[in-house]
C-alpha cells in the first residue's frame, strides 16, 4: 500500500526578481468534473533553461503541462492564474491559438501528419499567412536544422513523413513546433516511444534548443531527467510537492515523499 505522506510538507524554491520568468503559475487547480486532478500550483520557469517535470503516474503531470497551454479547455476546468508576458492568459477572453503559437507543445508519440516532410513544416505556417516560397523554404530548412533533422532529411523533404523512423518523427515533431518560432516548448514524455540511440538526439536536440527557448518537459525518465534539466518538479497525487535545481533535487531531495520516490520506494 501506498504509504502516507503529509501535503502540509512541501520545499518548492521561488526565483527572486533578478531571475528571468518565462511563464509561472499561481493556485493553479484542475478538476476533471468531481475528480480534483491538480491542488494549488505554484511553479516559476526561468528563461531559456529546461524544467524537468517528475513523478509516479497519475500524479498530475501531464494535467499540469496541458494547462500552461491551455490544452486542457474543454475537458478540464482549470482555475488560477497562469502568467505568461505579464498576461493570465488562464483568462476567457484570451485567445488560445495566439498562445498556443508562442507556447508550442510535443506529445508522447511521433504524430506527424500523413503529408510530406515539408508540408508537415508548412502546413501551420501557410495557414498562419506566410506565403512567399523563399521565406517558407528558409523555415523549413532552420526549423529542421533546429531539431537536428537537416542533415538526414533534406535530400528528401517531399517523402513521406511516415517513411522516417520514429525518432525522427519525433524531431519532425519539434520542427514543426518551433516552425512556428515559439517562445516555450512544452514536451510530455517525447521519448516515451523511442530507442536509446534517438532518445540521446532528441536529448541532444533539447538541450542546444534551449538557448534559444524555455523548455518545460515531463518525463519518466529520472536519468533524463537529471542529464537534460536545470530544475525539476516532483508531483504526487495532484500536488507538487518539491522544485529544486536537479542535482540537488537527486542528491539531496529535502522532504521524506521525494527521498522515497527518488530511492525507488514507489512510482
Ligand atoms: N482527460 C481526462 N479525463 C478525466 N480524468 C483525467 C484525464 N486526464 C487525466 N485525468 C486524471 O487526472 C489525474 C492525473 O493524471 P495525469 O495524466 O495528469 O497524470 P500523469 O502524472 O501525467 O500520469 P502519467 O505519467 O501516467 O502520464 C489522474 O487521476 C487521471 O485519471
Given at each position: 500500500m501506498l504509504k502516507q505522506y503529509s501535503f502540509e510538507e512541501t520545499a518548492v524554491q521561488t526565483f527572486d526578481d533578478k531571475t528571468s520568468l518565462a511563464m509561472k503559475t499561481e493556485n493553479m487547480q484542475v478538476f476533471y468534473g468531481e475528480n480534483?486532478?491538480?491542488?494549488?500550483a505554484n511553479l516559476a520557469f526561468p528563461k531559456n533553461q529546461i524544467t524537468a517535470l517528475i513523478g509516479a503516474s497519475g500524479s498530475g503531470k501531464s494535467t499540469y503541462l496541458r494547462s500552461l497551454n491551455r490544452m486542457n479547455d474543454g475537458i478540464a476546468t482549470v482555475t488560477g492564474k497562469i502568467w505568461y508576458h505579464g498576461v493570465n492568459i488562464n483568462e476567457p477572453g484570451v485567445n488560445i491559438y495566439e498562445i498556443r503559437r508562442h507556447i508550442g507543445m510535443v506529445f508522447q508519440r511521433p504524430n506527424?501528419?500523413?503529408?510530406?516532410i515539408r508540408e508537415n513544416i508548412v502546413y501551420a505556417l501557410r495557414a498562419n499567412g506566410l506565403k512567399k516560397k523563399a521565406e517558407l523554404e528558409e523555415r523549413i530548412e532552420q526549423s529542421l536544422k533546429g531539431a537536428a533533422l537537416w542533415d538526414e532529411v533534406k535530400d528528401n523533404?517531399?517523402?513521406?513523413?511516415?517513411?522516417?523512423?520514429g525518432g525522427q518523427q519525433q524531431r519532425l515533431c519539434i520542427a514543426r513546433s518551433i516552425a512556428m518560432a515559439p517562445d516555450v516548448l512544452l514536451l510530455d514524455e517525447?521519448?516515451?516511444?523511442?530507442d536509446p540511440i534517438s532518445t540521446v538526439k532528441v536529448e541532444e536536440t533539447l538541450l542546444e534548443l534551449q538557448k534559444k527557448y524555455t523548455i518545460i518537459i515531463v518525463t519518466h525518465n529520472m536519468q533524463q531527467a537529471s542529464r537534460i534539466s536545470s530544475q525539476c518538479a516532483f508531483f504526487h497525487l495532484g500536488h507538487i510537492m518539491e522544485y529544486a535545481p536537479t542535482g540537488t533535487m537527486f542528491s539531496?531531495?529535502?522532504i521524506p515523499v521525494t527521498q522515497d520516490y527518488i530511492a525507488g520506494s514507489f512510482g
Open positions: 480534483h486532478a491538480m491542488f494549488d506527424p501528419f500523413a503529408k510530406s523533404l517531399d517523402k513521406s513523413a511516415l517513411s522516417l523512423s517525447p521519448c516515451s516511444a523511442l539531496n531531495p529535502q
